[in-house]
């Protein structure tokens, strides 16, 4: 039977590196950089935070998981 909160959660991953410089203040397009993926609530039961690549800052930063 199944129970009322599964172990695997849904989260987003933003790019910490454009939110805290306030986005790229270059004539390039704006943005920040979104992912989104799952995660163990049992085996990671803090924040989660991977290096992932950041089309707007042009490498790999680390995204840390923000609520929805």
């Known amino acids: ?3 009322g909160k599964d172990a ?3 989260v987003l991953l933003e790019c910490t590196s454009c939110v805290r410089n ?3 203040k270059q004539k390039k397009p704006s943005g ?3 992912y989104i993926t799952q995660r ?3 085996n ?5 935070e991977l290096r992932k ?3 707007y800052c042009h490498k790999h ?8």
């Open 1 to 3: 039977m199944a129970k």
């Open 8 to 10: 695997r959660v849904i």
């Open 22 to 24: 306030g986005f790229n």
């Open 32 to 34: 920040v950089s979104r």
């Open 40 to 42: 163990n609530r049992h």
């Open 44 to 48: 990671t039961p803090g924040r989660l």
């Open 53 to 55: 690549f950041c089309p």
């Open 61 to 68: 930063t680390i995204h840390g998981e923000i609520k929805k």
